[in-house]
């Protein structure tokens, strides 16, 4: 089984559509078992969500994928690009992630995707942590995504797309979840924030929207390598 892990509803949404998931997360990509799981915002929260999984004793866990959106720390990545960080997954994944992204139309970035327990507000840290820590995107959930999955024996890889580039400043902070209760919330606590997240939310969607593409069309690749190599 592969496990996908995201942050919020409005990432899992997009992803659990374009795979054709069940309302429990479930679902196949080219004969692989697939599992979406929502670990809310943040790396603790990622790290209790997943610690308390109850997982099938009888499908295997194979692989952990981080997915979802992420900050450029690099010059020349624009909102919609993606990220793939592959350090832990098979050689095999690679090129099926080169052939599909550029078949989709879309860029494609590798490297290490770090993460923060803060939003990476700041254009001047940004790219100081790109410098510093030589990572391609950030986050604030793959750090202990990568953690668990690892201390399981699973492969990995982060999925990621870019929803700001490294120049561009974000609200310092964000809503403590994906309910709509929370962002409402934030938003009253920060009226003058309303125009950029008008912005953001839009370009969420667009960015959302080709990551799915792209893990369906990719996972349905990788499945059928996988399956030609067995054979």
């Given at each position: 089984?592969?496990?996908?892990?995201?942050?919020?509803?409005?990432?899992?949404?997009?992803?659990?559509?374009?795979?054709?998931?069940?309302?429990?997360?479930?679902?196949?990509?080219?004969?692989?078992?697939?599992?979406?799981?929502?670990?809310?915002?943040?790396?603790?929260?990622?790290?209790?969500?997943?610690?308390?999984?109850?997982?099938?004793?009888r499908t295997p866990l194979s692989?952990?994928?981080?997915?979802?959106?992420?900050?450029?720390?690099?010059?020349?990545?624009?909102?919609?690009?993606?990220?793939?960080?592959?350090?832990?997954?098979?050689?095999?994944?690679?090129?099926?992630?080169?052939?599909?992204?550029?078949?989709?139309?879309?860029?494609?970035?590798?490297?290490?995707?770090?993460?923060?327990?803060?939003?990476?507000?700041?254009?001047?840290?940004?790219?100081?942590?790109?410098?510093?820590?030589?990572?391609?995107?950030?986050?604030?959930?793959?750090?202990?995504?990568?953690?668990?999955?690892?201390?399981?024996?699973?492969?990995?890889?982060?999925?990621?797309?870019?929803?700001?580039g490294v120049d561009e400043r974000?609200?310092?902070?964000?809503?403590?979840?994906?309910?709509?209760?929370?962002?409402?919330?934030?938003?009253?606590?920060?009226?003058?924030?309303?125009?950029?997240?008008?912005?953001?939310?839009?370009?969420?969607?667009?960015?959302?929207?080709?990551?799915?593409?792209?893990?369906?069309?990719?996972l349905e690749s990788v499945a059928?390598?996988?399956?030609?190599?067995?054979?």
């Amino acid at each position: 089984m592969i496990l996908l892990a995201t942050a919020t509803r409005w990432e899992s949404g997009p992803l659990a559509e374009a795979l054709s998931l069940s309302p429990s997360g479930a679902g196949k990509a080219g004969g692989m078992d697939l599992t979406l799981v929502e670990t809310g915002i943040g790396p603790e929260n990622a790290r209790r969500s997943l610690e308390g999984l109850d997982l099938p004793a009888r499908t295997p866990l194979s692989a952990v994928l981080s997915v979802g959106l992420c900050g450029a720390l690099q010059p020349g990545m624009f909102p919609g690009d993606l990220v793939l960080e592959a350090r832990g997954s098979p050689e095999s994944w690679l090129e099926p992630a080169r052939l599909r992204a550029k078949d989709l139309g879309l860029r494609l970035h590798m490297g290490t995707v770090i993460s923060l327990d803060r939003v990476a507000c700041d254009p001047a840290q940004k790219r100081m942590l790109g410098e510093s820590r030589r990572a391609a995107a950030v986050d604030m959930e793959t750090v202990s995504i990568r953690s668990w999955a690892r201390a399981r024996g699973a492969q990995f890889a982060a999925a990621r797309v870019v929803l700001d580039g490294v120049d561009e400043r974000m609200p310092d902070a964000a809503p403590k979840d994906g309910s709509l209760r929370s962002l409402a919330g934030y938003l009253l606590g920060r009226p003058m924030d309303i125009p950029l997240l008008l912005r953001l939310g839009l370009r969420q969607r667009s960015a959302m929207r080709g990551l799915a593409r792209f893990l369906r069309s990719w996972l349905e690749s990788v499945a059928r390598h996988e399956t030609e190599s067995a054979a």
